[in-house]
């Protein structure tokens, strides 16, 4: 055992007895389709930390795939949640109430295109990220009447019949279910890590593909919106080069085009900053968020400039659950947790989370690249190779074993660890994450 092996937490095998339990059960009853990577059966957690059903302790660095953006179980969170329930549990969005339009005036005074490009927004609300994106899928078609739409390789923006047409991060995740939407097209998103095109400038050189896409078959006249993440979450934790968002952007505004940010992933603070965008000043006219915006309860926004949200005719779009109060409770109390120092918390800790990261990718070359903005970070692990092989078998072994260990992890593109703890993270709690990765890493080498 070597002195990392020291702040290992597990006392029992994993799973135990009462997980094992509760997985039996469940396997009679639940889809199977559930991508679960490890038998983690969740008890409670406070702020980082989780425990399971048999007492197990583990530092979370998943987050409920980054929705605990305020940690497990915040107070604050917690308190306006029971406020809210105490008072109604719901409303239709037919009618008005005080937590829907309070988040709709924050989403306004926080959302890019006021803050970038001095335009007014407005909010559609929903309870995921699938249907905010759907939401302005509508939305740009609804206001440019055009057909086309272009999307990025790599892209996960969801799982319903339209969000899917653009998800692409595995192809198995569209396996069975064609023909999807038409009317989009894939381009790739640019990654100087493992570029597709020749030079320097990978941003530069989809630019130009996707003017020569344009030219010869895509029409741009045809083209509603450009659907992209700015960073790229489950395709592999991809920080576009600079100028890549300010040129798309350019493209969007010759052509008329919409252009749209997932922020489902990244945004509310996960990357140091309200917005990823905000990292390249650049304002989309449409964004959608879910995930860390209600710290886990289930709520879901397309944010668009007002010029052009204001289009939507009463009834063009709608649904019966938007502006929950619970949810809208819970997301009030997060941006206010968020603006008031959970995204600088993020950048602080994640900037010294990817200095521990860089010493660690000096002691094992199995660790390709390490990237990302505030908490949000991939470590691609490849085959010590100059071809830059990914190491999927050992991304899956570095996780398990993680798990093991009492590290709750997940994997993104090929062969990616990432770290999405909540932003409420500690500098204290990543160095303890970094022992463990260094034991997990270990343990995977040596085929443990
Ligand atoms: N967009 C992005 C960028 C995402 O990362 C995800 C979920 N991983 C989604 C959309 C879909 O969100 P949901 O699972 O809430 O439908």
Same mark, same amino acid.
């Given at each position: ?42 008890? !409670? ?9 048999? /007492? ?54 926080? %959302?890019?295109?006021?803050? #970038? ?8 609300? @929903? ?25 990025? #390789? ?31 097209? !894939? ?63 350019? +493209? ?10 997932? =922020? ?13 965008? =905000? ?48 949810? @809208? ?11 008031? /120092? #959970? ?17 660690? %990718? ?9 990237? /990302? ?35 709750? +992890? ?39």
């Amino acid at each position: 055992m070597n002195a990392a092996m020291k702040s290992v937490h597990i006392k029992t095998a994993l799973p135990g007895p009462k997980a094992q339990a509760l997985i039996a059960r469940d396997a009679e009853v639940s889809s199977p389709s559930y991508p679960r990577d490890y038998p983690f059966a969740m008890s !409670h957690g406070r702020g980082t930390v989780v425990w399971d059903v048999d /007492g197990n302790r583990f530092l979370d660095f998943a987050a409920g795939i980054a929705v605990c953006s305020t940690g497990h179980a915040h107070p604050q969170v917690v308190d306006a949640v029971k406020g809210a329930a105490d008072r109604f549990l719901h409303i239709s969005s037919d009618y008005w109430h005080e937590e829907m339009t309070a988040l709709g005036e924050r989403l306004a005074r926080l %959302a890019p295109m006021r803050t #970038l490009a001095g335009e007014p927004a407005m909010s559609f609300l @929903c309870q995921s990220g699938t249907e905010a994106v759907e939401g302005a899928l509508k939305l740009a078609r609804y206001v440019t009447r055009r057909p086309r739409y272009l999307g990025f #390789l790599g892209g996960f923006h969801g799982r319903t019949m339209g969000s899917l047409s653009f998800t692409s991060s595995k192809y198995t995740q569209q396996l069975g279910f064609a023909p999807t939407m038409p009317g989009v097209t !894939h381009v790739p998103f640019p990654n100087p890590y493992r570029p597709l095109f020749a030079g320097a400038d990978q941003g530069k050189a989809v630019l130009d593909y996707i003017r020569l896409l344009f030219e010869r078959s895509v029409p741009a006249a045809e083209v509603a919106a450009i659907l992209v993440e700015p960073i790229q979450g489950e395709g592999g934790y991809l920080v576009p080069p600079d100028g890549f968002l300010a040129g798309l952007r350019a +493209l969007c505004d010759e052509h008329g085009i919409l252009l749209i940010f997932d =922020e489902v992933q990244a945004g509310v603070g996960r990357t140091g900053k309200m917005f990823a965008c =905000e990292h390249w000043g650049v304002a989309p006219d449409i964004m959608t968020l879910a995930k860390g915006l209600g710290s886990g309860l289930p709520i879901g926004a397309v944010v668009a400039k007002r010029s052009i949200m204001s289009q939507w005719k009463r009834g063009a779009h709608g649904n019966t659950y938007g502006g929950n109060p619970l949810a @809208c409770a819970a997301a009030n109390a997060t941006l206010d947790l968020v603006a008031e /120092g #959970l995204a600088d918390n993020a950048a602080r800790v994640g900037a010294h989370f990817m200095q521990r990261l860089g010493e660690l %990718a000096r002691d094992y070359p199995c660790i390709g690249e390490v990237r /990302g903005r505030g908490l949000m970070i991939g470590m691609e692990l490849i085959e010590n190779d100059a071809e830059r092989t990914p190491a999927r078998a050992l991304c899956e072994a570095v996780i398990t074993r993680a798990f093991h260990n009492g590290l709750l +992890l997940l994997a993104c593109g090929a062969s990616t660890v990432r770290f999405m703890p909540p932003l409420t993270v500690g500098i204290g709690e990543v160095d303890e994450a970094i022992e463990l990765l260094r034991a997990s890493l270990d343990q995977a080498l040596a085929g443990a």
